[in-house]
């Protein structure tokens, strides 16, 4: 029995060394990794708008009866007479992205324009079919459309362009409305 709890003592004094053993070997090979930091989110700026309306470049005879508005986010109320075939007019302008945040140009909405007369449809129809009117980027000659993008800090002059180019000349005044343009830019 003595020679049985030598060995049981021994056994839990060699169980002892190892596990000592091990928790030193562990602490030898183990290495602390740490990573530290702080994060903040920037309030971003949204701020597309219109800026630098041109004067109206002409062709042939046509004038301006009411010369357009600017705001920041309207071009509006202008008046164009157009007398003949070749008559037009032209506006360029800036769309500018003074904002934080890329945009894109989710709705673009540019009806066809709408005549009536005081005379016969088919006389309206005829200078409707004549006209031409655009939106179109400067540099290009390339169409404003849904999804082009405008950059932060990015500016994109335009033109608006209205012209007939028609060989009839209406006995009648006709009236040309729908010429209405609306551009919503998004979050690109």
Same mark, same amino acid.
């Given at each position: 029995m003595?020679?049985?709890?030598?060995?049981?003592t021994l056994s839990i004094a060699a169980l002892i060394v190892a596990v000592l053993g091990l928790t030193v070997a562990f602490a030898a090979l183990s290495t602390q990794l740490t990573i530290?930091? *702080?994060?903040?989110?920037?309030?971003? *700026?949204?701020?597309?708008? $219109?800026?630098?309306?041109?004067?109206?470049?002409l062709t042939g005879t046509a004038t301006v009866a009411t010369a357009p508005t600017l705001t920041a986010t309207k071009i509006g109320d202008y008046k164009i007479t157009i007398v003949k075939p070749g008559d037009g007019v032209k506006y360029t302008f800036d769309v500018e992205n003074k904002?934080?945040?890329?945009?894109?140009?989710?709705? $673009?909405?540019?009806?066809?324009?709408?005549?009536?007369?005081?005379?016969?449809?088919?006389?309206?129809?005829?200078?409707?079919?004549?006209?031409?009117? *655009?939106?179109?980027?400067?540099? *290009?000659?390339?169409d404003v459309k849904a999804e082009d993008t405008l950059a932060k800090g990015e500016t994109k002059n335009l033109t608006l362009t209205l012209s007939y180019d028609s060989d009839s000349v209406p006995s009648n005044d006709v009236e040309i409305s729908g010429l209405d343009i609306t551009m919503v830019y998004n979050q690109n």
């Open positions: 003595e020679k049985e709890r030598k060995v049981k530290n930091g *702080t994060a903040e989110v920037k309030a971003a *700026t949204w701020d597309i708008h $219109f800026a630098n309306l041109s004067e109206a470049t904002g934080t945040i890329d945009a894109k140009l989710g709705t $673009f909405t540019k009806p066809e324009p709408v005549c009536t007369s005081a005379g016969t449809a088919e006389e309206a129809a005829k200078v409707c079919a004549g006209l031409t009117y *655009t939106l179109t980027y400067t540099d *290009t000659g390339a």
